[in-house]
């Protein structure tokens, strides 16, 4: 078994060799590591229980046995580099390295056993990194709990997932204290923070009474998000299986040959290497240092923080997003990496001149922008204004994902720099299997043709919502004997392979027949100088069933009227149907931290007592 493993894992790297993926995540781990370090870690590696017992490991294919001790390594040979800076305070790898072991074994103590799961309800900070950590050392997936959510929704979310643990931040007590009784898979709180009440754990004080040994380790990769829950609870989606599933024996076996889920492996965390990974570096520190403006339990964030977990970056971590405290942060620490939402970039370029001008931002190298749609106008803006303050280069990225697929395109600045027009895509497919189908004629589109965006990728071979009543077959299409993950998104790819969305299939106006995409309508609002934001939805409509409605939250300071809108779209040659027949002005739209307007709030108030589609 092991020879035959070890002969499918080595057709399958020498066929991976070639591939402009494999090339650039090889001279990521090269550059960020250093090859120096590198072979310190690979000799510590080996070291913990000697190299021939090493190098079995590896013909076997048995990372599980292997990861641990590469991470420990890596920990000890970067020592007094630091990992996080959190609320001001500063952790070193070496401090990182023994406050994780401290509460994997505070965890294994208290009963936590391989595959139980130990859910995270907290605030950005080193505390989510610990958790992560530690629950991966210890074989137990950590489910990412969404902090803006209440009552039924959280108690939901968290009996999805049925936690044995839950670590939270005194702040959430309240929230959890009244949901209590419904968490009956939940046998130990643990409390960060000093409000600790009888019955439950304090976080530190479970630390403080462990030790900083290397806890017997059962591997698993931890991540264990949820999906957006814009449309009702969020689902538990399972990283632990597909992801992991090449580092630990705990993983289920993805229903594909090993050959090819090395070549999705490779397709995945390629996206280290497009957005910057193989070049971006601190001339102080030596290293990429990331910013993390957004909640750690978003999937999206994920692309922020991963250099984290593999690339011996240094992270700050805003427990809020601000967007003048942002742009000091890139300046104080030398941020060259982040993950950012297309709100985020939109407060920062809202803020006044004088702030805006006020810092140096010639650090920062990939400005990574996902989760939402962004205007070409954005995008080119957010260029500007870090040119302007420094920076010699382009640093827009962008990429398309969802919790589900993992990344799936990369658009990155050499793209738009060759031709600009491509500011208008997500990038080019370049770390999943993404296309677009025809549905009426059932088969795959041409180039320039809308249909439905379908993707096989890492995280859909093995995807499972856990605990949900939602059925999981309802999330793919068969197509050519294969299931393609069906994100409910319309687009089509370009000559280039690069992908336009154009909207999403469950916001479709349908007005007298005509299909409406609203994402085509916000693109435009947005275009007007005093418009900060916008939400195009369904309103009722007596003879047509259902025409476009906007809902547009101006600028501060800023007036505004409909006939300025209306006249604005007209001079963009806007058929009339596509013109919204009602339109009105809010203080603030709803949005999800993560970016996602939660449209189906703004719509209900439209549709009270009258039967509407979907």
Avoid at 97 to 116: E, I
Wanted: proline share 6%.
């Amino acid at each position: 078994m092991g020879d035959r493993k070890f002969t499918e894992v080595a057709s399958a790297l020498c066929s991976l060799a070639g591939t402009e993926q494999a090339r650039g995540l090889l001279r990521t781990f090269s550059f960020q590591l250093g090859w120096r370090p590198a072979l310190g870690i690979l000799a510590k590696t080996a070291c913990r229980t000697g190299p021939l017992r090493t190098i079995r490991d590896l013909a076997a294919f048995r990372l599980s046995e292997i990861t641990p001790r590469f991470i420990t390594s890596m920990w000890e040979t970067f020592g007094e580099r630091e990992i996080l800076v959190s609320e001001g305070r500063r952790f070193t790898y070496s401090h990182f390295k023994n406050r994780v072991f401290r509460l994997a074994n505070a965890l294994v103590s208290l009963g936590l056993r391989p595959g139980d799961r130990v859910a995270e309800l907290l605030y950005n900070g080193n505390e989510f990194f610990e958790a992560f950590f530690a629950c991966s050392f210890i074989g137990c997936p950590m489910p990412f709990l969404n902090w803006h959510l209440h009552g039924e929704e959280l108690a939901e979310a968290i009996g999805r997932a049925r936690p044995k643990a839950l670590i939270l931040h005194e702040e959430f007590l309240d929230e959890i204290e009244a949901v209590k009784d419904r968490l009956e898979s939940v046998e130990h709180f643990i409390v960060v923070g000093p409000r600790v009440p009888g019955g439950m754990n304090s976080y530190e004080g479970l630390m403080a009474g462990s030790d900083e040994t290397m806890p017997e380790c059962r591997l698993v990769v931890a991540m264990n998000p949820y999906t957006g829950g814009s449309t009702g609870t969020p689902k538990n989606v399972n990283y632990y299986d597909s992801i992991g599933y090449a580092f630990s024996d705990l993983a289920k076996q993805p229903p594909i040959s090993l050959a090819d889920y090395l070549r999705f492996l490779v397709l995945q965390f390629s996206f280290l290497h497009y957005l910057g990974g193989s070049s971006v570096k601190d001339p102080v520190t030596g290293n990429i240092r990331c910013l993390i403006p957004g909640p750690l339990y978003h999937a999206g964030t994920i692309a922020g923080w991963v250099p984290v977990l593999l690339l011996g970056a240094t992270g700050v971590t805003m427990r809020s997003f601000d967007a003048e405290h942002f742009l000091a942060l890139v300046e104080k620490e030398r941020i060259n990496w982040v993950f950012v939402v297309p709100t985020m970039l939109e407060r920062i370029l809202a803020l006044p001149e004088r702030k805006r001008s006020a810092y140096d931002l010639s650090s920062m190298r990939s400005l990574i922008c996902a989760a939402a749609p962004a205007t070409p106008e954005l995008k080119a803006a957010a260029n500007e204004l870090f040119r302007r303050q420094g920076c010699p280069c382009d640093v827009l990225h962008e990429f398309y994902g969802a919790s589900e697929t993992g990344v799936c395109s990369v658009l990155v600045p050499a793209d738009y720099e060759e031709k600009p027009e491509r500011l208008a895509s997500v990038g080019r497919v370049r770390c999943a299997h993404t296309r677009i189908f025809d549905e009426e004629t059932g088969t795959w589109c041409q180039p320039g043709k809308d249909g439905l965006v379908l993707t096989r990728s890492l995280t859909t071979v093995n995807l499972d919502y856990m605990g949900s009543p939602e059925k999981l077959e309802k999330a793919f299409r068969i197509v050519d004997g294969l299931p393609w993950f069906d994100d409910g998104l319309i687009g089509h790819l370009d000559e280039d392979g690069f992908l336009y969305l154009t909207g999403r299939v469950k916001e479709m106006i349908i007005t007298g027949g005509v299909n409406i995409f609203p994402t085509e309508i916000e693109s435009a609002i947005k275009r007007h100088d005093k418009v900060m934001d916008v939400a195009v939805v369904r309103y009722p409509h007596p003879d047509l069933g259902e025409v476009p409605a906007a809902v547009i939250q101006p600028k501060d300071g800023q007036s505004i009227d409909a006939s300025e809108i209306v006249e604005h779209l007209k001079s963009l040659a806007f058929t009339s149907f596509k013109i919204p027949r009602h339109i009105e002005f809010v203080k603030t739209l709803p949005r999800h931290i993560d970016g996602k307007m939660m449209k189906r709030q703004i719509e209900d108030r439209f549709w009270q007592g009258i039967e509407r589609r979907g």
